[in-house]
């Protein structure tokens, strides 16, 4: 299989004055979790900003380390606990595994790793990938791979594919089938880290992708490529400490795999603070800016492909808007957008004392959302 190599872009977007002409010129883009929503209950400044937005016709899209769902289900989600009168479009949803839809015509058979649930065998196949594979999948063939997996009999047999399906004969015991897999795409933070870890570096390790074997060589390179949706290690919901996230499983597989071959495991990460990833949601931003303008329809927005930045935008400003120094601020000042940084998720008061390394936010750091916004609105005349 040839593996699809997914390298940042050094291409400058076009700079433009910042003398702003109409609510259109500005775009914001929000992060969701610790921003919008604490865990499954709202913030409710963020009711009060992103219906004053839709009212003036100001251009925004939602970009999130997160996912584990379709677009639609965490769109009509949001919509509901935000009670929104005007609910924002599935459109201006970017998730961490969104952009993986450009990446099916090279990636076949793959495994999908992490989401509640079988919830993202849902998302990957709406994407369209062909053969999607699950560690449950792997566990219902073979339980011996990770004889300390939590899953229950019943989730077994209804999250867990048939092997006669799945073609996961590891001991020739069933199907008489153990077809390989062309790759790893972690999709979302896991629910079975301790079986999705042993999987991951199973496969990373196997001959070309065959569960049950184990290449000869050492190698920086993996017997099949691996992709991370993002790098975020902490996360806010209602508990008053951070959460581990992806970024804690990705150290993991990277520490057992480089203990194993003597050498770093060769990766690609997508996600905040990646320039792969506000490249693809500057396309769907300025996409989204055309369905306000009328010269769109909703439901009919591009694709970007990850190697293609826009290399014009009509914004005259854009903001991002998140409580994650590394992840929201860095990406955003790395790609030369204005960033909001917000006292209800991640940051809290004396991170930057603790860390002065840390990205500090151009425009401030605010409250909550709605504060951050009007600041930005004021600053360019439309407020």
Not at 64 to 83: A, P
Not at 201 to 218: A, I, Y
């Amino acid at each position: 299989m040839t593996q699809t190599k997914i390298t940042p872009l050094s291409t400058p977007v076009k700079e433009f004055p910042q003398k702003l002409n109409s609510p259109q010129d500005i775009g914001f883009v929000f992060d969701i979790d610790g921003v919008l929503l604490k865990g499954k209950k709202r913030i409710e400044e963020a009711t009060d900003i992103i219906t004053h937005l839709q009212k003036e016709k100001i251009p925004f899209i939602l970009l999130t380390n997160g996912g584990g769902m379709t677009e639609k289900k965490r769109i009509d989600f949001i919509n509901k606990t935000l009670q929104l009168s005007t609910p924002i479009h599935e459109d201006q949803l970017v998730q961490a595994h969104t952009p993986m839809r450009t990446l099916i015509p090279h990636h076949k058979r793959v495994l999908i790793c992490g989401g509640p649930a079988d919830d993202v065998r849902e998302v990957a196949e709406s994407y369209g990938f062909e053969d999607v594979i699950r560690p449950v999948d792997i566990i219902r063939a073979n339980p011996t791979i990770w004889p300390y997996h939590m899953f229950t009999d019943e989730q077994i047999q209804t999250w867990g594919k048939d092997p006669e399906i799945t073609k996961l004969d590891v001991d020739g015991e069933n199907c008489g089938e153990n077809l390989p897999i062309d790759s790893i795409l972690m999709f979302n933070d896991s629910r079975a880290l301790g079986a999705e870890l042993q999987i991951a570096l199973d496969l990373l390790n196997s001959e070309n992708g065959v569960l049950g074997t184990r290449r000869k060589e050492k190698s920086s390179k993996p017997s099949i490529p691996i992709v991370f949706s993002n790098n975020d290690f902490l996360w806010a919901n209602e508990y008053k400490q951070p959460r581990f996230a992806m970024g804690a499983l990705k150290i993991a597989i990277m520490t057992i795999y480089e203990k194993i071959n003597g050498k770093p495991l060769e990766q690609v990460t997508l996600g905040k603070p990646e320039k792969v990833c506000y490249d693809y949601a500057h396309h769907i931003l300025i996409d989204w800016r055309k369905v306000l303008l009328g010269e769109k329809q909703a439901g009919n927005l591009c694709l970007p492909q990850l190697h293609d930045p826009p290399f014009e935008s009509p914004f005259k400003k854009v903001y991002m808007v998140g409580d994650n120094p590394e992840s929201d601020i860095t990406g955003g000042n790395n790609y030369n957008w204005g960033t909001i940084l917000v006292k209800t998720g991640v940051y809290q008061d004396g991170d930057f004392e603790s860390n002065p390394e840390a990205s500090q936010p151009s425009l401030g750091i605010f409250p909550n959302v709605k504060e951050g916004v009007m600041a930005a609105l004021k600053l360019n005349g439309l407020a």
